[in-house]
């Protein structure tokens, strides 16, 4: 028999205390991510918050410097937002890897794929010809 993970995590006192960690701090990225511009919060990930101090991990330390900068008002939104706490500590995490997010794939007008078609079946066997087929496929 089978049990979710969850279930099993909330049996166990000291799992429980873990995931209750973890989604405190999904729920403290998720603040995080709304407080802050979306260029560094990208870069960025919270890994803690330890007497107010919100420790963030970014990617690079130019993201570093800016959050420095606008840290004071990050900790405004957030205190606004519900969230206690009273200061962030930016860490430069060279092996965070930044999540890759592929861009939504882009169609095509009816329209405009018809006026590519009509342009294609003017031209002579070129490698433009070629592409022009590829690129309505």
């Given at each position: 028999?089978?049990q979710p993970?969850?279930?099993l995590l909330n ?5 429980k ?13 998720a603040q ?16 803690g ?6 420790s ?7 993201a ?5 900068q ?10 606004n937002?519900g969230?206690e706490?009273?200061?962030l ?5 060279v ?7 592929a ?26 010809k070629a592409a ?5 496929r």
């Amino acid at each position: 028999m089978t049990q979710p993970i969850k279930t099993l995590l909330n049996a166990n006192s000291e799992f429980k205390a873990i995931l209750q960690k973890t989604h405190y701090l999904n729920a403290l990225q998720a603040q995080f991510v709304l407080a802050t511009p979306p260029y560094l919060a990208q870069c960025s990930q919270v890994t803690g918050l330890q007497f107010g101090t919100l420790s963030i991990a970014t990617s690079n330390a130019t993201a570093a410097a800016k959050l420095k900068q606008l840290a004071p008002e990050i900790v405004n939104q957030l205190k606004n937002q519900g969230a206690e706490v009273s200061g962030l500590r930016i860490k430069v995490q060279v092996s965070y890897l930044v999540p890759v997010v592929a861009p939504p794939p882009r169609h095509l007008s009816p329209t405009a794929q018809h006026a590519i078609q009509q342009l294609e079946a003017t031209l002579s066997d070129t490698p433009l010809k070629a592409a022009l087929h590829k690129f309505i496929r």
